[in-house]
């Protein structure tokens, strides 16, 4: 899937302040993005508990070299155009409820 920008109309419910405030956080992340990439292994390796790397190694389809200049910019996904996408069937872990700043 290419990484494309969100409509407009559709980012004001998406909150924008989630952050990674700890360790935990960003390896549920990484996990996660691995699981939504189709990994069937999964390998996490850290330094010094987390505090000096995390590193996920996993087998899964991973990024397009075409999308790597959107990656980062904000409002912009692989897995929702709108937030329509969001209400009818989302099948990854990249959206959930924290994720949104309203109500379904």
């Known amino acids: 899937m290419s990484i494309k920008q969100i409509d407009d109309a559709s980012v004001r419910f998406i909150a924008s302040g989630e952050k990674i405030s700890d360790i935990e956080d960003a390896i549920r992340e990484l996990l996660e993005n691995s699981i939504d990439a189709g990994a069937k292994v ?40 709108n937030y329509q996408n969001l209400q009818e069937s989302l099948e990854t872990f990249g959206f959930r409820g924290e994720a949104l700043s309203c109500p379904l």
């Open 42 to 81: 999964i390998e996490i390796r850290m330094a010094r508990f987390g505090t000096d790397s995390i590193e996920v190694l996993d087998d899964g389809t991973g990024i397009a070299e075409e999308n790597f200049k959107s990656l980062g910019i904000r409002y912009h996904t692989s897995k929702i155009s």
